[in-house]
């Protein structure tokens, strides 16, 4: 994992002390915490523009930027937050640069879409961040470092010719690039049936790259997919996809949900805090959410204010 | 040397003098060479760094981006100047944006080459001139290939920036030689150069010195060698004298030489073969119009081709393109 801007927080990154459990609550209840603090604070009116929130997701990124390293490259897209947080742990740059702050991580300019720090970028526009990953994969290639580049797509982003064309570039190049497919089942307010045919898997497979498919919440599972596949990666050369079915509790971006509310009541109920939460005991998890309570505040305290 | 060769010569010279360069485009690879053979022999001796890639632009223009961002120096094809709208979303929202929206945390010096232009039959989506469409995005330069200007001294230049480059290349230079500056003079024209700070150099030709012209004309690539041929023989034939400016780099625009020019001339034509209307032209006029007005004896003359499609027939084509006789006509009229 990358370190950046300063001073991190541990109550949300995590302490070496607490066990590999604790760790996995307190990354995702960051991530939680932080996109719920944003939605209230754009209804407080402290915020312009949009938001992509990623609650429900969370446990995605957490596993992913487990097995990271130094040098390994990032690239996410309009719901990068979850992502940019477990890569970096940055809460303060994250929030002032939404806030549009020249303390900022991008001063600014970027805003909640368009994040850069080293080793992570993300950029708004669906499907063209895939080229880009797998260039940063060629530059890895070229230089003959062991590094990776990986990517963050959804299902919606299937529909952009952009990732075909650079899945097929991948595969006849063996590109080191991990393609991170976060299936959350609708794209914007459209579900996966009107959106796509045929089978996610197979338009991978179609190029000859290998899929892990895993429908999953739980951090632990995709903890250890990401592992292997990273692992296989960085071993065997790329690319690969890791397949990730998942569900987001939120809207698309503010106020714009009409999914039924019924599917997504049920999807709270296997959420990834609820479903990793019960590896705790009340007091643990109770420990951690307090702590994390306190650093979110500080957070935003400290990013109010910064010029 | 004819400008293919001088071309390929530069890109070898790029490939051999910095390891980050890496080309990448649509069958470059030996023994075909590209399209227009300009990489030819490139890739036996630059076998990683000189990729034929599948028939897939965005992604040409994708990756090419991400190699950019990690620290290398991509020079990409697109085989045909007409697909580069194919690469319009990288351009525009991605390549052109990333030191901007990230506060310069960092660069993507991608350069795009394109092979554009009619007057060879090739038809509709094959013979277009669509940088136009490209001039004015911010932070992106658009830069012209034209017989005036040595490529060795634009890629070097290029190589030192860190901003991206669309370079296009119209087809009918790659066979002509480089006629570049001898004594102060090229062929039978004077020749000098101007270089702002910042920017490429653009080229002055005229049979006269320039207190003695009447008429600046403003062109370049494929466009500004014809331009020179009615230059010179105005001035031989008819003593309408006139100075061509010749810019390399055509956004940002470096006004500052036309300006000179159009101080001493006081009259205005601008030569483009891309489509007319929201164009080079119209924006050199509106540019022009506003810092000369009180220099300019009549409007600015604004040569493009048809707004139309590039027919194949080449006797329609010939008439839907600018060629030489209509840049004679404005060249006169503007000289009054």
């Not at chain 2, 700070?197 to 600046?216: D, I, K, M, Q, Y």
């Amino acid at each position: 994992m990358a370190v950046v801007q300063g001073v991190l927080d541990e109550r949300l990154t995590g302490y070496a002390r607490e066990s590999r459990n604790e760790r996995l609550y307190r990354r995702m209840r960051f991530i939680r915490r932080f996109e719920e603090t944003l939605l209230s604070l754009f209804d407080q009116g402290e915020l312009n523009g949009t938001t992509h929130a990623c609650i429900g997701q969370e446990a995605d990124a957490v596993a992913v930027m487990e097995h990271l390293r130094d040098g390994d490259h990032v690239f996410s897209n309009h719901r990068c937050h979850g992502h940019y947080l477990a890569q970096s742990g940055d809460a303060v740059g994250l929030l002032a640069e939404i806030m549009g702050k020249d303390a900022g991580v991008c001063r600014g300019l970027g805003g909640s879409q368009h994040i850069c720090a080293p080793g992570f970028k993300s950029n708004g526009v669906q499907g063209g961040i895939v080229p880009a990953a797998a260039g940063i994969a060629l530059a890895n290639q070229l230089s003959g470092s062991d590094a990776i580049s990986v990517v963050f797509i959804g299902d919606g982003t299937l529909g952009e010719g952009a990732v075909y064309e650079t899945l097929n570039i991948a595969a006849l190049w063996r590109l080191p690039l991990l393609v991170v497919c976060e299936d959350n089942a609708w794209a914007q307010s459209t579900p996966v049936s009107a959106n796509l045919a045929g089978s996610m898997r197979h338009r991978f497979e179609a190029f000859g790259i290998p899929v892990r498919e895993i429908d999953s919440t739980d951090v632990l599972e995709l903890d250890d997919a990401a592992a292997e596949e990273i692992q296989e990666l960085r071993r065997t050369g790329g690319p690969r996809v890791l397949l990730i079915h998942t569900y987001r509790l939120c809207h698309h971006s503010k106020n714009d949900d009409d999914r039924p509310a019924a599917e997504v009541e049920a999807r709270w109920l296997v959420e990834p805090l609820v479903v990793h939460g019960k590896r705790l005991t009340d007091t643990e998890r109770q420990a951690i959410d307090d702590s994390v309570e306190a650093a979110i505040s500080d957070v935003v305290t400290t990013a109010k204010g910064l010029a | 040397m004819i400008f293919a060769k001088e071309l390929g010569a530069t890109l070898r010279a790029c490939l051999a003098d910095d390891p980050r360069v890496v080309l990448l485009g649509e069958d470059i690879a030996d023994p075909y060479g590209g399209a227009f053979k300009v990489t030819r022999g490139l890739s036996t001796d630059f076998p990683d760094r000189v990729r034929t890639t599948p028939i897939s632009e965005g992604a040409i223009a994708g990756v090419s981006a991400g190699l950019a961002l990690a620290g290398y120096r991509p020079i990409a094809e697109i085989m045909f100047g007409d697909f580069l709208t194919l690469t319009f979303d990288q351009v525009v929202n991605h390549i052109t944006k990333y030191e901007a929206m990230y506060a310069g945390q960092a660069h993507c010096p991608v350069i795009l080459r394109a092979p554009s232009g009619g007057h060879r039959g090739y038809g509709p989506t094959h013979s277009q001139s669509l940088e136009k469409h490209f001039l004015g995005v911010p932070h992106l330069r658009v830069v012209a290939a034209s017989l005036v200007h040595d490529p060795r001294r634009i890629f070097a230049e290029l190589l030192q920036q860190t901003s991206p480059a669309l370079y296009v290349e119209h087809k009918l230079l790659y066979p002509e030689n480089l006629t570049l500056a001898e004594n102060g003079r090229i062929g039978g024209l004077l020749a000098s150069e101007h270089s702002s700070p910042g920017a490429l150099p653009s080229v002055f030709l005229s049979a006269v010195p320039r207190e003695r012209c009447t008429v600046t004309v403003l062109a370049y690539g494929y466009q500004a060698a014809l331009a020179a041929r009615v230059v010179e023989r105005l001035a031989l034939e008819d003593e309408i004298f006139a100075e061509l400016v010749v810019p390399s780099q055509l956004a940002p625009m470096d006004w500052d030489p036309v300006e000179r020019s159009v101080s001493a001339t006081g009259s205005l034509v601008t030569v483009e073969e891309g489509t007319a209307g929201w164009s080079w032209g119209t924006e050199a006029a509106a540019v022009i119009s506003r810092r000369l007005f009180q220099r300019l004896r009549r409007p600015v003359e604004i040569v493009a081709s048809d707004s139309d499609i590039v027919p194949s027939s080449k006797l329609k084509e010939s008439s839907m393109l600018v060629g030489a006789d209509r840049i004679d006509a404005a060249v006169r009229v503007a000289a009054a």
